[in-house]
């Protein structure tokens, strides 16, 4: 079963703080999603990242894919309250493509973003 | 349109129950799947279906069942609920293999 860690698992900062967190895996992703998910609904999609070194950029988050496609990160500048939420990435894995969607979430990161 | 709908919201069962969690989606989407969220634990896949009349086993499959007789509906049944199967259940859809596109908003299940 691959694993992927994210970091931190609690975030708690002040509105205009920027911030980063990193999503860690050993095995390498045929892509990477990342996700928001709000309390009482499901995960949101916010992007989907395939080539190695990739950044893609959504308002103010910017999400990098790693050049050995092993991990990724999510960094928000000037943190607003409406940020507040758990941040989930998931790897998709090469030998599964032909599969159906099948993914590996990590545990995620709760962000608080406070007024 | 309303996306991905999951009924009941919120469900509170006795050990040994059976009951089924509904899903349906109105995007005409092939691929659908249902996973479970637990704290620590992230999201694992249970079963999904690639499209009607094929469904396959996920992550987490025991205790539960599956079946795809249209492209709009994926049901999930427990067959006889156990305390181990407490969590939140969601259900997702996308046009094709790949991640999920979009999520329902979950049934939170209780087994006591």
């Known amino acids: 079963t691959q694993l992927l860690e994210q970091s931190p698992q609690f975030l708690s900062i002040q509105e205009g703080e920027n911030l980063t967190v990193y999503c860690n895996s050993s095995s390498v992703f045929s892509s990477l999603q990342w996700y928001r998910q709000e309390p009482g609904e499901g995960p949101v999609l916010l992007v989907t990242v395939v080539t190695g070194g990739e950044v893609k950029k959504l308002k103010r988050l910017t999400f990098q894919f790693g050049d050995a496609r092993k991990d990724s990160s999510l960094h928000i500048t000037a943190a607003q309250p409406g940020d507040t939420g758990l941040y989930l990435c998931a790897g998709e894995f090469l030998n599964w493509r032909t599969s159906g969607s099948r993914l590996t979430f990590g545990e995620g990161t709760q962000l608080t973003v406070n007024p | 349109n309303a996306g991905v709908t999951q009924t009941p919201k919120f469900q509170v069962l006795k050990t040994g129950q059976s009951m089924t969690l509904q899903c349906a989606q109105d995007?005409?989407?092939?691929?659908m799947s249902w996973y479970r969220q637990d704290p620590g634990m992230g999201l694992r896949l249970i079963h999904y279906?690639?499209?009607?009349?094929?469904?396959d086993q996920g992550e987490v499959p025991n205790g539960y069942n599956v079946s795809r007789s249209t492209t709009e509906d994926f049901p999930l049944r427990l067959l006889s609920a156990a305390p181990s199967q407490t969590s939140v259940y969601f259900c997702a859809s996308s046009y094709s293999s790949g991640p999920p596109l979009h999520f329902g908003n979950g049934t939170r299940l209780t087994v006591t």
């Open positions: 995007m005409n989407h092939e691929y």
């Open positions: 279906s690639v499209g009607a009349g094929i469904t």
